[in-house]
């Protein structure tokens, strides 16, 4: 992936963003970041970029030709029209969404305003969508371009070693991540909570998950609100979907094992605070109904009672 950033000062993005996991990916191939310097697009002697704005007003407007010139010559290098974002206190607020979705182009460049902001007949022309860091504002766009650019890097494939460097933290799944501990195990008389030093895997995971929406439900009401808790319930009802399945094929056996994965699944959906224990218990109880049912059809028939002959019964025959 390449991302081309225009900016009136380069040499604010190029420590930052040529050191660390973003420089080792670089010298690698996985990606590459360029800064292009939008004074040298300009026509006049003085590399004039900004001018006052039509109407009045405090500051000075970027002009969009050196924006254009630059932005032009990117995507010529490029061999067409790159996808364009213009980082602007007035986009839509840049998710974890927003940089799986743009680390899939091959190109993408973004455009730093300064100053009180650029000519809208640029944007008009060329932008294809304005991002915001969120509802602040600062001195020019090149600090949101850095995170930007981080964001999306990390989320092409071969840049971090493996996947689980990104699905387990915060806003991958609408969550935040859980809290992390290192050595040693006891710090100020704060000690690493039992269950992360046990060495049981399967519980390790579960109190993680726990954590995780206990800290999103505690810090952020909003992203809890909107959080899809279909996909957590996902294995529960392929669970009792098997079950249902024997069920209806009148299986006995298999229903049973179905039965017993399904009742696991159910209690495991409870223990993380997916399921209400009422809700739990109804949900096995129905399971449970329908096993006995199916228990009571397999069973063989008792054979009638035979009725017992009397001797009168026998003379009369």
Known sequence: MRIDILTLFPDTLGDVLSESILGR?????????GTHQIRDYTSNKQNQVDDYPYGGGRGAIMQADPIY?????????AGGPVHTVYMSPCGHTFTQADAIRLSKLDNLILVCGHYEGIDQRFIDECVDE??????F?????????????????????????EEECFT????????????????????HGRRVPDVLLSGHHENVAKWRKKESYKRTMLRRPDMWAQFDEKQL??????AIKKFNAAVEAKDLATAEVAYRAAIGEIDSARVDGIYHINTASRKKATLARALDALKAEAKPAEAAPQKKTTKKAAKAE
């Open 25 to 33: 990916a670089q010298e690698r191939g996985f990606i590459h970041i």
């Open 69 to 77: 010139r630059c932005w032009e010559a990117v995507c010529d290098e």
């Open 130 to 135: 304005e991002l915001s860091m969120g509802d």
């Open 137 to 161: 504002v600062v001195t020019g766009g090149e600090i949101p371009a850095m995170a930007v650019t981080d964001a999306i890097c990390r989320m092409v494939p071969g840049v971090l070693p």
């Open 168 to 187: 387990e933290e915060s806003h991958w799944a609408g969550l935040l991540e859980y809290p992390q501990y290192s050595r040693p195990d006891e710090w």
């Open 233 to 238: 319930k996902t294995k529960v009802k392929n």
